[in-house]
């Protein structure tokens, strides 16, 4: 924590003194900060994900690519479309100059200290997609001159994104690449915010070409993947429906609220004698583990309801957008929606997912008071839901530490920025935020010295899933409103 504190205070100490003009040393030195801090997470915690991206690692660069869908010595298939498979394949070969060991598929749950340092540092390398995409983004937005730096929407955004909390413990302590894949997506907003649609749509072809969807993958090049009729594996594991409707933690989502109305409404029934117990399912929904479950009192929910769900919920933004786009604004807060529609109503969503949805209302919440607000409340909540991802002692300060940062200056930074007009926040919300407090301390000190930590484990998963699910229901449901109704003519706004 001393060297974290310490490489913060540099930081800062640079960004301040940067010259006030438009070279933007101060977007350097940001960058820079923020990856002298993953090099300090190397040697954290890393999950299950981190031998998942070994196991891809040797199973591409042992095996022909007519076996990669296939292969399955790891209970951690590959699961990702066939253009992140070859980045795989590409990191593989340098992977080999580290630790030849960790590119043998057998060798199950490998993390030599070379294979741990390798991983964390493909991570933070690829990151420099990510970093270029903040910039592009950056050049979107209008600018008063002579402006103090702080009060700047490129130098508030710039680390919005940088030094997003969620982003930072998802990929480098939790372990994963998102950071590259965000960096797509945002290079592509950026190009469409440009108006270089082309390129924007290129790039966002390239995005569903790397994460979970293969709907683009059929193309004219005829390649050996589909020539070799792998097609219908490569949905079998892309779509996983047996895995069950929510993950063992419960993503924030709708599907969260519906799991403990229904827990409720058999509880009750129970209680009067509505209800056979015998007849109930067994440790339905609750019991931590992932796989399909039945719903006790509520009907069950399939993949395709939650599609029809999905569709629902982002048809009025599109039908919104085609008809009256609204510039880029209007873009992308329907491209929000549409992520967080997603989030809200998709079969088996990871709570990791909410990071689709953040990422791009960091560009809205610069550029608009009521979106400024809308931000607080779901980055707030979503970051805080994030926090069972990290359940080591050691881990503990470092997760509260880093989100406490993030949160103080999101709302110092955006309040300074939107001084005219009142609090960002109403009475309500912030109570709501505040209630993350007590829900922490009981979550994390509590509850682990009662009795019932032992007869109901999950007891503190589900209280975290079911708050920050109102939170983001609440965020999802104003986001919603702002798009219907608001102003069909355009101003002018900080975002070209």
Known sequence: MSATSHLLKVVIQTVMAAPMTNDQSWFYALALGVSFLKCLLINAYHST???VHRNWLALTHSLPVSQWYYEATSEWTLDY????????????????????????????????????????????????????AVKECCKCLREDKG??????????????????????????????????????LLLSIARHCQNRHFEGAFLFSVLLNLKHNCIRFIDKSRSSLFIKGQLPQVLSRLFPFKRGLCHAYWAP???????????????????????DINKLPKASMTGGLVQEFQHS????????ATLVCTLLSILPALF????????ARGFLRCLVICALGSFMFGWHVHEKAILMAILPLSLLAVDSRK???????????????????LFTTQELPIKIFLMLLFTIFSLASLKTLFRKGGALLNPLEVTYLLGLIPLELICEFVYPLTVWQKTFPFLPLMLTS????LGVTYAFIRLYISLLTCSDTTKKTKMQ
Not at 256 to 275: E, H, P, T, W
Not at 371 to 389: E, K, N
């Open 49 to 51: 994900d981190f031998e």
């Open 81 to 132: 479309p066939p253009l992140f498979a070859w980045f795989e394949y590409g990191l593989s070969h340098i992977a080999c100059f580290f630790d030849k060991e960790m590119l043998v598929v057998p060798n199950l749950n490998y993390a030599s200290p070379a294979t741990v340092l390798f991983q964390r540092l493909s991570v933070i390398v690829a990151d420099v997609v990510f970093f270029y």
């Open 147 to 184: 402006k103090d730096l702080l009060g700047k929407p490129s130098f508030i955004l710039t680390v919005l994104l940088l030094w997003n909390f969620g982003l930072l413990i998802v990929d480098h302590i939790h372990f994963q690449y998102n950071g590259f894949l965000f960096g797509v």
């Open 253 to 275: 989502n709708i599907w969260a609220l519906y799991n403990i109305a229904d827990k409720a409404f058999s509880i009750l029934g129970v209680k009067f004698r509505l209800l």
């Open 297 to 304: 009192v509520l009907p069950s929910v399939s993949p395709l």
């Open 320 to 327: 919104k957008i085609w008809h009256r786009p609204n510039g």
């Open 371 to 389: 979106d400024a607000g809308i931000f607080l409340m779901l980055s707030v909540t979503s970051h805080y839901s994030l926090f069972p991802l």
């Open 466 to 469: 079911v708050y920050c699910a």
